[in-house]
């Protein structure tokens, strides 16, 4: 059975670096039918998708977070990975990874979740 | 970025009475390969979205049949035909035509 584990900091400075992994385990991340990816949701409100990697690395970000975002995969450790930089309170959220099965790099998103982790900037 | 709106933004019903949300997109959703990446989610208090429905009317796997969805170009629908006590939650729609992804605000669905 798939499952998708979050991993990282629950606390994090201001103008820091906020990284998370997401350990895949029940199914090899080098599938060729998938992207990994990484969704955010601050407290109380809505879905916000931040970018996606497929197992060759290849990634499409949200341009949103302007730059501040790199997403990386570990095909050995069936693990893919979320940085964020230069983080302030409005990066407070629940950050999720999640499955999208994909055709040509054409996906539904979301059939697959991790829990969540919150994650809050404060000093 | 494709905007997405739901209707309502909440929504009271009975248990066993039908529900429906309703998702505009700012822009056709329709892909130039012919399919509409236009998915449904639903997100249980405390709990990750999971996926109901994708490409308008495909009801992802152990989805019940009492979800169906419905739509084409900029406007589509999820129907609830009976609704059940763990149909409660916040359900989203999301186009993933175009990057950026992106999500409807949620429409609240709770029992009268």
């Known amino acids: 059975q798939l499952q998708l584990q979050e991993s990282g900091p629950g606390l994090v400075k201001p103008s820091e670096t906020l990284p998370l992994t997401c350990t895949v385990s029940?199914?090899?991340?080098?599938?060729?039918?998938?992207?990994w990816g990484w969704i955010r949701q601050p407290p109380g409100k809505g879905l916000e998708w931040l970018g996606s990697i497929y197992y060759s690395g290849i990634t499409y970000y949200n341009p949103s977070l302007k730059s501040r975002v790199t997403i990386s995969i570990d095909t050995s450790k069936n693990q893919f990975s979320l940085k964020l930089s230069s983080v302030t309170a409005a990066d407070t959220a629940v950050y999720y990874c999640a499955r999208h099965t994909c055709t040509n790099g054409l996906c539904s998103p979301g059939d697959h979740w991790g829990q969540g982790t919150l994650v809050t900037v404060s000093s | 970025d494709i905007v997405m709106t739901q209707t309502p933004i909440s929504s009271p019903v009975t248990l066993g009475q039908p529900a429906s949300i309703s998702c505009r997109s700012s822009q056709s959703l329709v892909h130039s390969d012919g399919n509409t990446y236009l998915s449904w989610l639903h997100q249980r208090p405390g709990q990750p979205p999971r996926l109901l429905i994708y490409k308008i009317s495909n009801r992802f796997s152990g989805v019940p049949d009492r979800f169906s969805g419905s739509g084409a170009g900029t406007d589509f629908t999820l129907k609830i035909s009976r609704v059940e006590a763990e149909d409660v939650g916040i359900y989203y729609c999301t186009q993933a035509t175009q990057f950026p992804w992106t999500f409807g605000q949620g429409t609240k669905v709770e029992i009268k």
């Open positions: 029940g199914a090899s991340i080098s599938s060729g039918s998938y992207y």
